[in-house]
């Protein structure tokens, strides 16, 4: 076997082998698309209700965004924002890995794509993070809701059950109710930022 023969030969396994972990990333990406779709159109009509049952909520989507604000009163209102990440990659978070996963695997066949959630109260960082495997299963956690696991495929009801208690957290957040308060951080705040007229920084806390 020459040598062109014998390199076509390896590169040709190197396309098989390429194209088999592309087309389990794009799995994993497209599971994740799918879940925001429905979890984008949950929170939308869990907004509408609440409208019917007397709070100003406004919702704005885009591309792989959607943004919910809620009012329950002037200067009572909270704002969450979620985004679809582009890309897939393995999950090492204890409390987001697939069941199937002993530990965090660095095969595309292991790879999940994300949904972050962000708002003000939890700062810079995402305050909620889905984890979306190519088998359409999801795991969360974060500010809203601690934990939880579902199928990209559960039932329209299920579904929106799990938007309302997103909603209902933000409800929570924004009015204080449902146990919700904040309470002082543990963040640096010296006589500058008093004699500056800058509050006392505090952070949300939702009981578990």
Known sequence: MGFDESALTRLRRYREEANRSLALIQESEAAASRLSER???????????????????????????????????????????????GGAAAETDEDLMHEELSHYNLDPSGYSGRILGWTEAAGEEPGQTFAVYRDGVWKTKG??????????????????????????????????????????????????????????????????
């Open 143 to 208: 500010l809203f809701v601690a934990k939880a696991r579902g199928k990209a495929d559960d039932p329209d009801d299920v579904m929106n059950g799990f938007c309302l208690r997103i909603l209902g957290r933000l409800i929570d957040l924004a009015a204080m109710t449902g146990g919700a308060g904040r309470r002082w951080s543990n963040e640096p705040y010296s006589l500058k930022d008093h004699l500056s007229g800058s509050a006392f920084p505090t952070e949300p806390r939702f009981p578990r």
């Open 39 to 85: 979890l984008f159109a949950g929170l939308e009509y869990s907004a509408v209700l609440a409208r019917e049952a007397g709070f100003e909520m406004e919702t704005e989507g885009g591309a792989g965004t959607f943004t919910l604000r809620a009012t329950a009163a002037p200067g009572a209102e909270a704002r969450l924002a979620f985004g679809l990440a």
